[in-house]
């Protein structure tokens, strides 16, 4: 059975351990880790089966295959280069680490060099299916509108470095427009679907992302539109955000949890 550790002990981590607990996921829960012991431990009192070791990434890569980070992009940074080092997988949730070129180029060196996988799920959004065959022909625009309750956009840097108070606002306000390579700097808990739009289309540069603040909706809402030699796709899911953390979606963690239970099976289907 494939060894998985998991680094990120918050909604997204929680929800995978529950996953392989239940068996939903045929594999070992080997490791966790987090920052914080308070949330391993309230982790650890919710599996009915596995007893996962506390360990450092590190020590996690020496012993799994697979590590699953859902933790921030500053762990990516950190711990990504020294788990490939040691020939373990590694999935990626907080893909907007992979905006600095120098470090995917690190990534994909070091991951080929140990002969190991970088795994980066939808998470939140919809379409990277299509829009991945729809490439091979060549894109004119790809195009990201993310629409959030203030709730999940609040304690953003970008918020926090231009002083901007949205806790009086009363209709949607656009916050920002501009390349995705510095929309997941800007917002790096609310946008790491447009790195993954990015990987899957044109790049970081050419991606176009809108972000909006709107205090009369519930759900985290994403719009992609893709314009290409294949046509044209128009795609948007209304999420519902996580009761644990409001910044991040549900689905984010259930195509988590699906991309794990792919790996684990020998028939896959789909790109
Ligand atoms: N790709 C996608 O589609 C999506 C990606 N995400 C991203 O996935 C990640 C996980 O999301 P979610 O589970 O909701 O996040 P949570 O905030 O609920 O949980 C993350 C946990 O990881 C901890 N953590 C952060 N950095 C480190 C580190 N360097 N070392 C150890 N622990 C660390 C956090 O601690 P503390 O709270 O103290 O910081 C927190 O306990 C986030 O980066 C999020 O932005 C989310 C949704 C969609
Ligand atoms: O969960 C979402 O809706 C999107 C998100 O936070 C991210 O991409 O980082």
Redesign the pocket.
């Known amino acids: 059975m494939i060894k998985i550790g998991v ?7 929680s929800q995978i351990c529950m996953a392989i607990d239940s068996g939903f996921i045929e594999a070992e829960l080997t490791g966790i ?4 012991g308070e ?1 391993v431990n309230s982790v650890l009192s919710e599996l009915k089966n596995a007893s996962p070791q506390k360990l450092n990434p590190e020590q996690l890569s020496e012993i799994c295959d697979l590590i699953v980070e ?6 990516v940074l ?2 990504a280069p020294p788990i490939l080092s040691n020939g373990c997988d590694l999935m990626i ?3 907007g680490a992979l905006q600095n070129r120098d470090f995917y180029a690190l990534l994909q060196k070091t991951a080929l060099q140990h002969d190991c996988k970088v795994y ?6 919809a379409g990277t299916d299509g829009l991945k065959s729809a490439a091979v022909a060549g894109l004119n625009s790809v195009t990201v509108t993310t629409r959030k309750p203030v709730s999940g956009l609040i304690g953003s840097p970008y918020l926090l470095e231009k002083k901007i108070d949205l806790s009086q606002i009363k209709e949607p306000i656009l916050l920002f427009e501009g390349k995705a390579a510095d929309a997941v700097v800007a917002f ?3 946008v ?2 447009c ?2 739009i990015s990987l899957c289309g044109i790049g970081f540069e050419k991606t176009v992302v809108r972000i909006i603040a709107d205090p009369n909706i519930h759900e985290n809402i994403h719009e992609l539109e893709v314009f290409g030699e294949f046509g044209h796709m128009k795609m948007t899911i209304e999420n519902k955000p ?1 009761p ?2 409001p ?3 549900y689905l ?2 259930l ?1 988590t949890i699906s991309m794990l239970k792919r790996i684990t099976n020998p028939i896959q289907i789909g790109i």
């Open positions: 680094i990120g002990c918050g909604f997204i981590g880790f987090d920052f914080s949330k859902c933790a921030s992009q500053e762990a950190k711990y949730l907080s893909a980066i799920p939808s998470g939140a959004i790096p808990k609310n790491n679907i790195a993954t996580s644990q953390n910044k991040t979606s984010a963690a195509s």
